[in-house]
């Protein structure tokens, strides 16, 4: 089944935790810190692979998470570095936040990589805290904590060359007479429910992908039908082969709607170079009506081309002509590349205080959230060095003019402290 939108889970690793630990030996009594540092946890990695074409994976799968890093050891043994978790997304693969919406990156070269999710450093062991004032310090630090997305991926297909057209108008048939691709044709509308893709050989050394769009109806621009859904894959393709139907009640009011659909869409799309072919020309009566087909499209300036995709009558003529259009439209590896997108983050420092209930606080922010989560709170030391990063970063002042008092709980993250002046 073709899927092109999912929604996944993904997570970085926790790096691992530094540990406390005095050096332990005969004859050396006071050995010192050798508490080692933890190890790096794994980054997510989207990382783009030329032979997927779908996203139907991700139905299967949807929460991806990276391991931690390993916790560090004595006689000052960093942890381990966890691995890089790779998630592997088809060309053209666009990546949206699931909860803001916000278009976080946009991938189409394969071996394009882009790090979704930064993992946890790890935390530093007590051998970082001595100083010629402590020297025995019980403090150390946990690792930092990982990152965590809801993502929704929309996959837009990459072609050179996209075959439209309203429902019935031989645009399958067209495909499986150009390229290898087998999609399935009957003589009936809405056949085709999927994009397919195919490629077809000009010559030895060239070959082109052509993808067989579904028919398009009238409405299609406001999500009529499967518009929206079709619609998004003609987005990527460079030329346009606009299949007329010659056995259609009335072909030039389906040519403008098609266009009429396109330009709702998206105004890019109408200036998208087009190949107007006139199919089923192998039937009496679609050729009684192409002069004046001919007729009506010569004056808006468009030349027509007659074929037959049943009988492949102009086919391959109609494909050298798209072919020769390709060149009035950049590929995706010379065009400004739509790269992962980046935006400026707010300020880490940056906190908010609440009173959520009577003698109860809520303090949030990155730095301060990150800071509690990496302290070990059994550890004197580690405390002590909480209190001071509170006092750098102006937490207990803000507190204090809030209205904080004695015995009052401060909550951060799932964390409860109580206030002590």
């Known amino acids: ?14 790096g691992g935790n530094g540990i406390v630990h005095m050096h332990r030996e005969k004859f050396v009594p006071r050995g010192g ?9 794994g980054d997510v990695i989207l990382e783009v692979r030329a032979t997927l ?31 890089n978790l790779v998630v592997y997304i ?13 278009l976080l990156g946009d991938l189409t070269t394969p071996g394009q990589q882009f790090l979704i999710c930064k993992a946890g450093r790890g935390g530093r062991g007590n051998t970082h805290f001595k100083s010629s004032r402590n020297q025995t310090p019980l403090t150390a630090e946990k690792g930092e904590p990982g990152e965590e997305k809801r993502l929704r991926l929309e996959l837009k297909l990459i072609a050179d060359i996209g075959i439209i ?16 691709a087998q999609p399935k044709i009957a003589p009936y509308p809405f056949t085709t429910l999927e994009p397919n893709l195919g490629v077809a ?31 998004r894959h003609v987005q990527r393709t460079r030329v346009l082969i606009h299949l007329i139907d010659g056995l259609s009640p009335d072909p030039l009011a389906d040519f403008s709607q098609i266009n009429s659909e396109l330009a709702l869409f998206d105004p890019n799309l109408a200036q998208k170079p087009q190949v107007v072919a006139f199919n089923k020309i192998d039937q009496p009566e679609a050729q009684e009506r192409l002069p004046k087909i001919e007729k009506e499209l010569k004056k808006r300036g468009i030349t027509l081309t007659s074929i037959s995709a049943m009988s492949r009558q102009g086919v391959r003529e109609l494909l050298l002509t798209a072919v020769s259009r390709l060149t009035e439209v950049p590929t995706l590896e010379n065009a400004p590349a739509p790269m992962p997108v980046y935006r400026p983050k707010d300020d880490p420092k940056e906190f908010s205080v609440q009173r959520e209930d009577g003698n109860d606080w809520r303090l949030s922010g990155p730095a301060i959230e990150r800071a509690a989560s990496m302290t070990y709170w059994e550890h004197a030391g580690s405390v002590r060095r909480f209190q001071r990063i509170m006092e750098a970063l102006g937490v207990d002042e803000a507190l204090r003019k809030a209205g904080v008092k004695q015995g009052d709980t401060v909550h951060i993250v799932d964390f409860e402290l109580e206030w002590q002046e």
């Open 165 to 180: 057209g309203v429902p019935n108008a031989g645009k399958s048939t067209l495909l499986a007479a150009l390229t290898n």
């Open 33 to 41: 810190p050798d508490g080692g540092d933890g190890g790096r946890g």
């Open 90 to 102: 088809p060309p053209g693969t666009i990546v949206y936040d699931a909860v803001s919406g916000e």
């Open 201 to 231: 050989e000009i010559d030895l050394d060239t070959s082109v992908v052509l993808a067989d769009i579904p028919g398009l109806i009238e409405g299609a621009s406001q999500g009529i039908g499967l518009g929206h859904d079709f619609l």
């Open 53 to 83: 074409n779908t996203l139907a994976a991700f139905h299967h799968v949807m929460r991806y998470v990276a391991e931690d890093g390993h916790n560090g050891g004595s006689n000052n043994k960093s942890g381990l570095a966890a691995e």
């Open 1 to 14: 089944m073709f899927i092109d939108q999912a929604e996944i889970f993904v997570k970085s690793g926790k």
